[in-house]
């Protein structure tokens, strides 16, 4: 059974970091890839960054590139999103979720699956 787990999110004060894991089961990192998400209340969920695991390309929503890493431990089959920098409108719950396709498309989110439980992040002012 494919399952991906989302942890490390929390709460933060404005310019501070965290970092958010993404665990998956039921499948290996190899032909496919990740990508993060998140919404806030009452926004339609976001994409946010991925990884493709064929080539290692990562990929950006303009509101993290310079403050949002992607990165993943193939070993753990673990993918990761250090964040830093963090502002208030960064607050909403990131999900994490598989594209089989590995087209790493994170304005459709009709490519992705497997979609994660979400984990809170909140960033105070």
């Known amino acids: 059974e494919v399952q991906l787990v989302e942890s490390g999110g929390g709460l933060v004060q404005a310019g501070g970091s965290l970092r958010l894991s993404c665990a998956a089961s039921g499948f290996t990192f190899i032909d496919y890839a990740i990508g993060w998400f998140r919404q806030a209340p009452g926004k339609e969920r976001e994409g946010v960054s991925c990884?493709?695991?064929?080539?290692?390309?990562?990929y950006y929503d303009d509101s993290a590139k310079g403050r949002f890493t992607i990165s993943s431990d193939n070993a753990k089959n673990t993918v990761y999103l250090q964040m830093n920098s963090l502002k208030p409108e960064d607050t909403a719950i990131y999900y994490c979720a598989a594209d089989w396709s590995a087209k790493c498309s994170i304005g459709v989110l009709g490519d992705f699956d497997s979609w994660g439980q979400g984990t809170q992040v909140t960033v105070s002012s």
């Open positions: 990884i493709r695991f064929t080539d290692g390309r990562t």
